[in-house]
């Protein structure tokens, strides 16, 4: 069993920055692919950034070249950097891990872009 638990979410400007963090409990974190989703309101969830337990990752094109997704693997932790923030950015942020035959969420972090 695997637990996620998201934080850095906030209130920021747009133009702002914030960075996420994901922070996963049990054992095999680095087996895991990860990922990074969000859900506006009104709207369906979206992947907004992957990377696999080998390290490679893809991006929404809504994100390209003003998120960055990485992780640690010998802290348990995963993390989005966030820049140039906009308003359509805001939504609640769910961090993913999966591996074939499991899928795990954690609780989503809320992330508001507004002036």
């Keep these: 069993q695997v637990q ?16 996420l963090s994901c922070a996963a409990s049990g054992s095999f974190f680095r087996a895991y692919n ?7 309101p009104g709207k369906q969830r979206e992947l907004v950034a992957a990377i696999s337990s080998g390290g490679s990752t893809n991006y929404a094109d809504s994100v390209k070249g003003r998120f960055t997704i990485s992780r640690v693997n ?4 995963l993390y989005l950097q966030m820049n140039s923030l906009k308003p359509e950015d805001t ?12 899928d795990y969420w954690g ?5 508001t872009v507004s002036s």
């Design 74 to 77: 010998a802290n348990n932790m």
């Design 4 to 19: 996620l638990v998201e934080s850095g979410g906030g209130l920021v400007q747009p133009g702002g920055s914030l960075r």
């Design 107 to 111: 609780q989503g972090t809320q992330v």
């Design 91 to 102: 939504a609640v942020y769910y961090c993913n891990g999966r591996v074939p035959g499991r």
């Design 34 to 40: 990860m990922g990074w989703y969000r859900q506006a």
